[in-house]
């Protein structure tokens, strides 16, 4: 039999309450998310920084938050899991 075993390592930090406290390493990965528009020709949308992982909207070329938006909006609210804790929901 094959057995996968996953690891929910907290390494940008740890949920306290409802806020997301960032250690060290998660606020490198915060400031190196928010810098990459001074490397790259994008526009940086909506991100989640968890305990475990990252998630983030790059547009590109001529995209902007207002195109990307309504078509979040409608995906199905169950089509992807939930976050088991309150992330950090911030827009770049």
């Not at 001529?62 to 309150?86: C, F, G, L, N, T």
Request: aromatic share 8%.
């Amino acid at each position: 039999m094959l057995y996968q075993i996953v690891l929910y390592l907290c390494l940008f930090g740890e949920i306290e309450g409802e806020t997301m406290r960032l250690n060290p390493v998660g606020e490198v990965v915060q400031h190196a998310w928010l810098r990459m528009p001074s490397f790259f020709p994008i526009h940086l949308d909506a991100y989640m920084l968890m305990p475990n992982h990252f998630h983030g909207i790059i547009c590109t070329g001529e995209a902007s938050a207002a195109r990307v938006i309504p078509i979040i909006k409608i995906v199905p609210a169950d089509a992807s899991p939930q976050p088991r804790k309150p992330g950090l929901l911030a827009r770049g």
